[in-house]
């Protein structure tokens, strides 16, 4: 009987101990942590990257549109709304372009759960909030849009734009 106690103590199972798995935990808690603490910082720099690339896209296709259509195509922008209105035709007899991509009846929202705190802080266009481009595709003025900490500027006469 004593024979079996000791073959039965003497053997040792493979595996882990406890303070070994306690510290396997511990350590991926603490990448754990420095992860999500990395994300959530830089998930400002990337909505706002995101806005710019939206905002900058719709200017390009918007110019286009004015080219392609040989028509009139303006973008109002709303600091109060956090959005912006394609409109079609020229400045007494605009529409908002219902079937303009990304957008709910010609309006495209900054203000929703993807690009939260982002701000939109000013659009200015030769003392108004409109982007108008003209049958030819050229801007009716130059300008800027300032989101957060970047500043869209619109060329007057080409109307390339560049980020600062």
């Known amino acids: 009987m004593n024979k079996i106690k000791r073959n039965i103590l003497s053997k040792t199972l493979p595996g882990f101990s406890m303070m070994e798995l306690i510290l396997v935990i ?3 808690g603490i990448f754990v942590v420095m992860a999500m603490t990395r994300t959530r910082s830089g998930l400002g720099t990337i909505r706002e990257q995101i806005a710019i690339d939206q905002i900058t896209s719709d200017i390009d296709l918007a110019k286009s ?5 040989h028509d009139t195509i303006t973008i109002v922008y ?3 709304q956090e959005s912006y209105t394609i409109f079609n035709g020229p400045d007494n007899d605009r529409t908002p372009m219902a079937d303009f ?3 709910a009846n010609g309006v495209i929202s900054l203000d929703n759960s993807a690009l939260r705190e982002v701000d939109l802080q000013a659009a200015n266009f030769n003392g108004a909030a409109e982007l108008q481009f003209l049958p030819l595709g ?5 300008g800027s849009i300032t989101l957060n900490t970047k500043t869209i500027s619109i060329q ?3 109307g390339k734009w560049t980020i600062n």
């Open 65 to 69: 549109m004015a080219f392609g259509k």
């Open 78 to 80: 709303s600091t109060s």
């Open 138 to 142: 050229d801007p009716k003025t130059g």
């Open 156 to 158: 007057p006469v080409t």
């Open 26 to 28: 511990v350590i991926m």
């Open 101 to 103: 991509p990304n957008s």
